[in-house]
């Protein structure tokens, strides 16, 4: 049985930063390309950040660039998120998600969610002003 299950959410003053990690079991990891994602109340759900299975592939969204950053392990089976310079904006629920998906070229990937098998449930990121 597959499991995705994020971690480090939490309520920070806007400027601060958080951790998140995202744990996958049940799965070859090294086979999944791994996205965050994020909805905030009220709005759709968007794409904020993916890897490549390897590690060595990144894309952010606009809103995030230079200021998260994401990355992996492998042997660990965790995908994590940092979060620097946060924002007000960056509130909401965020999303951990796989994608069977072996290429190091993410263009024909990127947020397109319909092509993550697995979710996780999510952890709350809430940015105060």
């Known amino acids: 049985q597959v499991q995705v299950v994020e971690s480090g959410g939490g309520v920070v003053q806007a400027g601060g930063s958080l951790r998140l990690s995202c744990t996958a079991s049940g799965l070859f990891f090294g086979d999944y390309a791994m996205g965050w994602f994020r909805q905030a109340p009220g709005k759709e759900r968007e794409g904020v950040s993916l890897?490549?299975?390897?590690?060595?592939?990144?894309y952010y969204a606009d809103s995030v660039k230079g200021r998260f950053t994401i990355s992996r392990d492998n042997a660990k089976k965790t995908v994590y998120l940092q979060m620097n310079s946060l924002k007000p904006e960056d509130t909401g629920m965020y999303y951990c998600?796989?994608?069977?998906?072996?290429?190091?070229?993410?263009?024909?990937?990127?947020?397109?969610?319909?092509?993550?098998?697995?979710w996780g449930q999510g952890t709350q990121v809430t940015v105060s002003s």
């Open positions: 998600a796989a994608a069977h998906y072996v290429y190091e070229y993410l263009g024909a990937l990127r947020f397109a969610s319909e092509k993550y098998t697995y």
């Open positions: 890897i490549s299975r390897s590690g060595a592939t990144t």
